[in-house]
């Protein structure tokens, strides 16, 4: 098109040039570039609409990429949360797998050694009974009759006496008297007295808020452990729980705990830090996984503990403030230490 004017405009140049041409031509040239140039200018104006609108649908798609984008980061955080869930259920159903083996074979132990006892209690000969002959019985002497009293007389009981030793002659006449058999002598017995036995004393330290905190300052603590996997909760027994006054370092203790003997020295390093971090308590968890510290001054401590139940070991240490009287807390997936 632009080719096409420039030829027009050089066609007119030429004629000019030679000796003109008449003004109908011109007019006709004229009006003919003015129609060029209005659908040129309809074509630009068409032009920047259609980029106008190529740039509102390019933010519209990036929208909608960004929002992809967006779902995207979501749905794979969740995925990574179920993988590790389960992973962390794989390792735990492990962990009680390798018990129930571990008890299994116990009870196998046992029943085999009951086993054995009645097998050999059952070729064990039985006992023969024993007889003891029974000892002659001897003469009896015929006891007198024994005298009447009258109708409706009942002798009133004296007060027993205070006798001294019985005098043998006195006892033989007696005996004739009465027609009974002389009582033996008696001899006075010595009189005794018990020992008196010093109390126990327990000697108790009044700085130590466990053991005797003042009136209305005494709080108890329960504890439950616990993790949840699979939409289960698994409570996790025979764990040691320390309550210090300070935070303790306890990284990785349930990966330590995991094997003892190649981990001697980390665990060394953790009990130096509960040491240094002043322990108040010490208790184990019992086999529903709670555990109870009836007696503890109220206040601000930290509660801490490992365990070797997942792949890479558990380990809790949570700052909790005990109030006078009765206070719950629960270690499980919300509050691990990472």
């Known amino acids: 098109m632009k080719k096409d004017l420039k030829a027009l405009w050089i066609l007119l140049t030429c004629a000019l040039l030679i000796g003109g041409c008449g003004s109908a031509e011109l007019e006709e040239a004229n009006t003919k570039l003015t129609d060029e140039n209005k659908t040129l200018q309809k074509e630009k104006n068409d032009l920047e609409k259609e980029v106008e609108t190529l740039k509102a649908e390019a933010e519209t798609t990036q929208t909608q990429i960004t929002t992809l984008q967006t779902s995207l980061d979501d749905m794979t955080k969740k995925v990574t949360a179920q993988t590790d869930e389960v992973n962390f259920y794989i390792d735990t159903n492990a962990v009680l797998e390798q018990e129930k083996t571990e008890l299994q074979e116990k009870l196998?132990?046992?029943?085999?050694?009951?086993?054995?006892?009645?097998?050999?209690?059952?070729?064990?000969?039985?006992?023969?009974?024993?007889?003891?002959?029974?000892?002659?019985?001897?003469?009896?002497?015929?006891?007198?009759?024994?005298?009447?009293?009258?109708?409706?007389?009942?002798?009133?009981?004296?007060?027993?006496?205070?006798?001294?030793?019985?005098?043998?002659?006195?006892?033989?006449?007696?005996s004739v008297a009465t027609g009974f058999a002389p009582a033996p002598p008696t001899t006075a017995l010595p009189a005794t007295t018990a020992?008196?036995?010093?109390?126990?004393?327990?000697?108790?330290?009044?700085?130590?808020?466990?053991?005797?905190?003042?009136?209305?300052?005494?709080?108890?603590?329960?504890?439950?452990?616990?993790?949840?996997?699979?939409?289960?909760?698994?409570?996790?027994?025979?764990?040691?729980?320390?309550?210090?006054?300070?935070?303790?370092?306890?990284?990785?203790?349930?990966?330590?705990?995991?094997?003892?003997?190649?981990?001697?020295?980390?665990?060394?390093?953790i009990q130096q830090s509960l040491a240094t971090s002043i322990i108040h308590k010490r208790v184990t968890t019992d086999t529903a996984g709670n555990a109870v510290i009836p007696t503890i001054k109220a206040g601000t401590y930290w509660v801490s503990c490992g365990n070797p139940a997942s792949k890479n070991g558990l380990q809790w240490s949570v700052q909790h403030i005990l109030n006078p009287g009765a206070n719950q807390l629960a270690l499980s997936n919300g509050n691990i230490l990472q």
């Open 108 to 174: 196998n132990a046992a029943n085999e050694t009951i086993g054995q006892m009645q097998a050999s209690a059952a070729a064990a000969p039985a006992p023969q009974p024993t007889f003891t002959p029974a000892p002659p019985i001897a003469a009896t002497t015929p006891v007198p009759p024994t005298p009447t009293l009258p109708t409706n007389t009942v002798p009133a009981a004296p007060p027993p006496p205070s006798f001294p030793p019985t005098d043998p002659a006195v006892a033989a006449a007696t």
């Open 195 to 269: 020992p008196a036995v010093a109390p126990a004393v327990t000697e108790i330290s009044p700085d130590n808020p466990l053991v005797n905190p003042t009136a209305g300052q005494q709080a108890n603590l329960t504890i439950a452990l616990y993790i949840v996997a699979g939409g289960r909760q698994i409570p996790l027994p025979n764990t040691e729980i320390y309550i210090t006054e300070k935070q303790p370092n306890v990284s990785k203790w349930g990966f330590h705990l995991k094997d003892p003997n190649i981990s001697a020295n980390q665990l060394a390093q």
